[in-house]
């Protein structure tokens, strides 16, 4: 069973040190050649073209950066492709990229499966972390023992295409709101004085990870009335965090836009409500 792997980033090549570890034979190309010679001593055969790099490959995988790296890519690998060659695209891409992907490689004979990952390059290469699917599910069943030496589990959305790709830009989504969240957190902990060593041992005790589910059950359900925490409230305490952290000159990312919004749902009458209304134009 030959491999092929496009696009030797942090993720990419991981993923093939890994599967060279495991004792396959991975045909290699990247656009800046010595991204992919790199892994000529691990034992990876470097090609110079796409297209030379998926030659007579049962299986082309493809990691690069977006929608139009992928489109690029693949239409300069096709030359090469083995009919019925199946390919796997673990690319972060737009749910609609995938689905025009999917339909446009079939109509030319070829499996196009989309796998984005939740997985970081130590994840790549020990084989843990998640890697997602939807779609045909003849498709995936086909593919799935491959992919599950690749990861720590393949989590198998359903047969709607496109849903992969949606999934994992929602995660990744949550990761930017989180992380920048916590920014402002530190930037609030500095302001007062209190180290992220001390933010830390809160976090540890007073554990907000087990409110997640019941806040998002709490956002989603439309329901805003019996406040546990009125948005007058977290208004004024939102205030004392901005203030405190401008009167030391310090930096924040997201309270501000948090702050605007609040008051825009006050100035429509739900000051009184409980907080989470502030999400309520993002609920369908």
Same mark, same amino acid.
């Given at each position: 069973m030959?491999?092929?792997?496009?696009?030797?980033?942090?993720?990419?090549a991981?993923?093939?040190?890994?599967?060279?570890?495991?004792?396959e034979?991975v045909?290699?190309?990247?656009?800046?050649?010595?991204?992919?010679?790199?892994?000529?001593?691990?034992?990876a055969?470097?090609?110079?073209?796409?297209?030379?790099?998926?030659?007579?490959?049962?299986?082309?995988?493809?990691?690069?950066?977006?929608?139009?790296?992928?489109?690029?890519?693949l239409?300069?690998?096709?030359?090469?492709?083995?009919?019925?060659?199946?390919?796997?695209?673990?690319?972060?891409?737009t749910a609609?990229?995938?689905?025009?992907?999917?339909k446009?490689?079939?109509?030319?004979?070829?499996?196009?499966?989309h796998a984005?990952?939740?997985?970081?390059?130590?994840?790549?290469?020990?084989?843990?972390?998640?890697?997602?699917?939807?779609g045909?599910?003849?498709?995936?069943?086909?593919?799935?023992? %491959?992919?599950?030496?690749?990861?720590?589990? %393949?989590?198998?959305?359903g047969?709607?295409?496109?849903?992969?790709?949606?999934?994992?830009?929602?995660?990744?989504?949550?990761l930017?709101a989180?992380?920048?969240?916590l920014?402002?957190?530190?930037?609030?902990?500095k302001?007062?004085?209190?180290s992220?060593?001390?933010?830390?041992?809160?976090?540890?005790?007073?554990?907000?990870?087990?409110?997640?589910?019941?806040?998002?059950?709490?956002?989603?359900?439309g329901?805003?009335?019996?406040?546990?925490?009125?948005?007058n409230?977290?208004?004024?305490?939102t205030?004392?965090?901005?203030?405190?952290?401008n009167?030391?000159?310090?930096?924040?990312?997201?309270?501000?836009?948090i702050?605007?919004?609040?008051?825009?749902?006050?100035?429509?009458?739900?000051?009184?409500?409980?907080?989470?209304?502030?999400?309520?134009?993002s609920?369908?």
């Amino acid at each position: 069973m030959a491999k092929a792997f496009l696009g030797m980033g942090l993720l990419g090549a991981n993923f093939v040190k890994a599967m060279l570890e495991k004792g396959e034979k991975v045909q290699v190309w990247n656009r800046n050649p010595a991204r992919a010679q790199a892994l000529e001593a691990s034992g990876a055969t470097v090609l110079a073209t796409a297209a030379e790099a998926v030659t007579g490959a049962d299986y082309v995988h493809i990691t690069v950066k977006d929608d139009a790296a992928v489109d690029e890519v693949l239409a300069a690998a096709a030359p090469g492709l083995k009919p019925g060659a199946v390919i796997i695209d673990h690319t972060t891409t737009t749910a609609e990229g995938a689905r025009q992907r999917t339909k446009e490689w079939k109509g030319k004979g070829f499996v196009y499966l989309h796998a984005p990952v939740f997985m970081g390059p130590a994840n790549a290469r020990e084989g843990s972390g998640f890697m997602l699917v939807s779609g045909n599910q003849q498709v995936i069943g086909q593919v799935q023992p %491959l992919l599950e030496k690749m990861t720590g589990k %393949l989590v198998n959305l359903g047969p709607e295409e496109g849903k992969a790709a949606g999934m994992k830009l929602i995660g990744n989504s949550f990761l930017v709101a989180f992380v920048a969240g916590l920014s402002d957190t530190l930037s609030l902990g500095k302001a007062l004085g209190i180290s992220a060593e001390d933010i830390g041992s809160l976090l540890g005790i007073w554990n907000p990870a087990q409110m997640l589910s019941g806040r998002l059950q709490r956002l989603s359900s439309g329901d805003y009335n019996n406040a546990s925490w009125e948005l007058n409230m977290a208004r004024k305490d939102t205030q004392i965090f901005i203030d405190t952290v401008n009167a030391q000159n310090g930096s924040l990312t997201v309270l501000p836009a948090i702050a605007a919004q609040m008051d825009k749902m006050i100035g429509q009458g739900f000051g009184a409500s409980d907080w989470t209304v502030i999400a309520k134009d993002s609920i369908k």
